[in-house]
């Protein structure tokens, strides 16, 4: 497993668990913003995906663990200045 310690290892840490946890393609995941990370009341963490294979936009849900890794990465990044137009994994 990547290590969580170092950035890299924080964003390919993250990147694995969208790509495994939320089933998404390599295209889908790449193209990921800050700002289409969101969590409901219940603590969902939800992923839209812009121009997915079917050309239009969907909500992804992503388990527990695997928001787990997201919500580090994304406090890193908005750590880092972050806008919500931003790309998650850089």
Known sequence: LPDPGSPKGLRDRALLA???GGGLRRSEAAALRVGDVRRT???????????T??????????????ATSVDSLLEA??????APG???FV
């Open 41 to 51: 009341r219940a603590g969902t963490m939800y992923l839209t995906l812009r121009a």
């Open 77 to 82: 990044r908005r750590a880092d200045g972050a």
């Open 18 to 20: 969208v790509l495994f």
């Open 86 to 88: 931003d790309f998650l």
């Open 53 to 66: 294979k079917g050309k239009r936009d969907a909500e992804q849900a992503i388990p527990p663990w695997a």
